[in-house]
């Protein structure tokens, strides 16, 4: 039987110590507004989940990196500006969220945690990542959105499970070549970048079912776009884009796209061969040609915003 023990909200600030049970595996300290982890917590030995989230943390006691079977550790909203090299102790992690701090960097070390399976690095102060974390080939989900990045890290082409890739709100100009070597990937975010081209491999991506780049710089699309036969968003509002190639027409399982505020004079007629398309948005494109076959896609039900 799983121990538990919820402190969120609940430490007064007066509060000297706090009683802990080595027998605890889930332990909750969220919004305590906490200057310091408690000394009792290198003795829970068996603690697989730990959540310090919203506190005023701005370093972690080496003791947390002696948990060794910790699998999933939240010390998202604090003041951490630095994460120590023994992060590379907690073999059995799977998830690492570090969310909403003032991170620089993280340690090489990062590529020592083989389990990890989601990473969360959104809302700090990265303009790079380590090389060693292309060693983590269980990764299944990875956040760096509201960051400094100028450019996709190079280590991302090795994360070869990774199913989610989440990039947005940063100063991003292209989504590099290697793209097309993260085969699994499901979902990529690239929203609210400077990115003015997809390269050509983005068409092995042949897994991929949300591409969305939204109030980016695109002026062009691949025309082996219609490789993405399992694509069901493509969401490119907010971009340069004077046509649509006639390959999108392929894209058999798309059932939202989005076109809004775009430069396009026309649209191509292949779009009436999209089946599965439950809504079409083309506002605020200024001078489009209203095609007569939109009636024949609000007649199979599918919804048009023009």
Known sequence: MTTSLDLTDKISRSQKTIVLHDTLEELWLD??????IPEDIKHLAQLK??????????QLPAS????????????????????PETI?????????????????????????????????LANNHFTSLPSALSQLKSLNYLNITYNKFTKIPECIKDLTALLELRIYNNAIDSIPEF???ISALRELHAMHNHIVTLPTTISHLTSLRKLILQNNKLQTLPTNIGNLQNLTELDLRTNYLRSIPDTIGQLKSLRFLDLRDNKLTQLPDEIMNLTQLEKLDVRLNKGLAIPQWFQALELRGCTVFY
């Open 64 to 83: 947390i990196f002696n948990l060794q079977n910790l699998e999933r550790f939240n010390v998202s909203a604090n003041k951490l500006s630095f994460i």
């Open 88 to 120: 590379g102790n907690l073999k059995k992690l799977q998830v690492l969220d570090l969310q909403h701090n003032e991170l620089i960097t993280i340690p090489e070390t990062i590529g020592s945690l083989s389990h990890l399976r989601f990473l969360y």
């Open 31 to 36: 919004d305590n507004q906490l200057q310091q």
């Open 49 to 58: 989940r730990l959540s310090i989230y919203k506190n005023q943390l701005t």
């Open 179 to 181: 793209i097309g070597n």
